[in-house]
């Protein structure tokens, strides 16, 4: 399985993160399991990025234009159906979603790789664009994102890039109309095309009743009119099923609510109040550190007070008090192996005059005997508990890094349980202030350093010996340690290798 290329400089790095995410959000789509999906996506943005630079550096034409081809992230979606095609030729179909396989033996596979005529007009109206041009409009109707953070990225004026926007829709009209004439087509069809064109134009058109039925049954001129018509939001649609083929539209819903949960769409006042939250957080943290202090001079001082206050009673009553008094000073800590242990309350007053040391627990004496000084290693209930835990996991856990750049990274974390699990929660800690940023086959939350991935509804069943698996994008600075502490639904988690 090849490696993700490598970002070559920043503004790379911030496009290769985006283009990634919706790699995945559509391999996640075509396979039938996040293993899979992480497989066949690896694959093919490898390829697609080593197809979309090979074109940025090839021949230009004579008339001064490089061949035209589509926008980078519609590239690499069109690779993932390559490169799942090239699965079921090559016997892993097994991996694919049953219904992408019926479909990639279709007669409507055959559409996007025959000949250019007989191909989406979408797909066909997408390439014939400005680069610039295909840009705008993917970005801002398929992955739905700001037209703000559109013209940051393309590098236009905000205050203009609506208007920008709708001279694009225009252009692609008018390309996707003159590429429907070209298409070889009935002379049913033929009669319907300029009717069509005049309908589609205008809003306030009523659409003839014989054309609504020619629509119905025609798939050709249906995809027509999709592109055709600019008014009543069916554009982004018609861009996604046309140019991505199968799983247009899911993917199309997925983008749109990743963008919603990224971005606070629909959410006035979002930064502000992360913002306070993030103020407000960070006044509980002090307030929180101030108390542990105050908590701790309170419990030295006690202890110092219990220390020094006088005993009164019998000598044999004042030995025993005494012992139990001074206990927690000391020995605040862990007991050492050469150290005397001390005996329960129960035990008789000639077994501490003796002064022996007593043993761990042993078959037939009361539980508990030594339980408070026994020396760590030992058979003592603590003991075994301790051992147990560190020597048979409940849960082994794999950090992968699967690829960096200078302010961001991808991993993926994959989970064995040793039980089986009808839901699961993992989370970890990271030591240079690293950030999620999006994750996939989980949801996540993240309180300072700790991260929790909860799990999709479709993956929450786990048997017992299976994986959970999931990735992540992140952000760093300075430093990229891997992260720490491990934990399955709670239990701590043994690192694999």
């Known amino acids: 399985m090849p490696d993700l290329p490598t970002p070559q400089d920043a503004t790379e790095a911030a496009l290769f993160s985006e283009c990634w995410d919706a790699v995945l959000a559509y391999a996640d789509l075509c396979t039938s399991g996040s ?18 630079r090979a074109a940025e550096t090839g021949p230009v034409r004579a008339t001064g234009r490089r061949p035209a081809r589509l926008p980078r992230i519609p590239l690499l979606l069109t690779a993932v159906r390559t490169t799942a095609a090239a699965w079921e030729e090559e016997g892993q179909g097994h991996k694919l979603d049953p219904d992408l396989r019926l479909w990639l033996n279709s007669d409507k596979a055959a559409r996007y790789t025959g000949p250019p005529l007989r191909r989406p007009l979408a797909l066909r109206g997408l390439r014939d664009l400005q680069q610039a041009d ?11 994102l700001p037209l703000s953070l559109v013209a940051r990225r393309l590098g236009l004026d905000p205050a203009t890039a609506a208007e ?17 004439l070209d ?49 009543g939001g069916g554009l982004p649609g018609a ?17 749109r609510r990743a963008a919603e949960v990224r971005l606070g769409a629909g959410r006035p006042g979002r930064p502000d109040q992360a913002a306070a939250e ?9 307030v929180a550190r101030s108390g542990l202090l105050v908590a701790a001079v309170l419990v030295s001082l006690l202890a110092l007070g219990v220390s020094m206050m006088p005993f009164g009673g019998s000598g044999g009553d004042l030995g025993a008090r005494d012992d139990a008094g001074r206990q927690p000073v000391a020995d605040p800590g862990p007991s050492l192996p050469s150290a005397p242990s001390l005996p329960p309350a129960t035990s008789k007053p000639a077994d501490r005059a003796t002064g022996d040391t007593e043993q761990p627990d042993e078959p037939g004496k009361p539980e508990g005997s030594s339980r408070r000084t026994a020396p760590q290693g030992t058979s003592s209930p603590a003991g075994r508990s301790g051992a147990d835990k560190s020597a048979d996991p409940t849960c082994r856990v794999e950090y992968d890094l699967v690829n960096q750049w200078p302010d961001g990274f ?9 039980k089986a699990l009808d839901s699961w929660r993992v989370s970890w800690s990271f030591r240079d202030g690293q950030h999620v940023g999006q994750m996939w086959d989980a949801s996540v939350s993240q309180d300072g350093s700790r991260v929790t991935a909860t799990a999709a509804d479709y993956n929450k069943s786990v ?10 994008l992140a952000s760093w600075r300075g430093k990229n340690s891997p992260p720490y502490d491990f934990a399955l639904n709670g239990d701590d988690c043994a690192k694999s290798g």
């Not at 293993?35 to 979309?52: K, S, V």
């Not at 295909?134 to 992955?143: D, F």
């Not at 861009?239 to 983008?255: H, N, Q, S, T």
Request: glycine fraction near 10%.
């Open 35 to 52: 293993t899979a999906a992480a497989q066949l996506g690896r694959e093919a943005f490898a390829h697609g990025i080593r197809e979309a």
């Open 410 to 418: 991808q991993a993926t974390v994959t989970v064995t349980s040793s």
């Open 134 to 144: 295909a840009e705008l409009l993917w970005l801002a109707e398929v992955e739905a």
């Open 463 to 472: 048997p017992a010996g299976g994986n959970l698996a999931f990735g992540f």
């Open 183 to 231: 298409t070889p087509m009935d002379a049913g069809c033929r009669s319907y095309a300029r009717l069509l064109d005049a309908v589609t134009r205008s809003c306030a058109a009523d659409t003839p009743g014989d054309l609504s039925r020619h629509l119905a049954t025609c798939v050709q001129c249906a995809e027509a009119a999709a592109c055709l018509r600019l008014h």
């Open 164 to 180: 920008e926007l709708q001279q694009v829709r225009t252009l692609f009209r008018d390309r996707c109309h003159r590429n429907h």
């Open 239 to 255: 861009l996604a099923g046309g140019v991505i083929g199968w799983g247009g539209l899911a993917y199309l819903e997925r983008r």
């Open 278 to 286: 993030e103020e407000d957080g960070a006044q509980k943290a002090r």
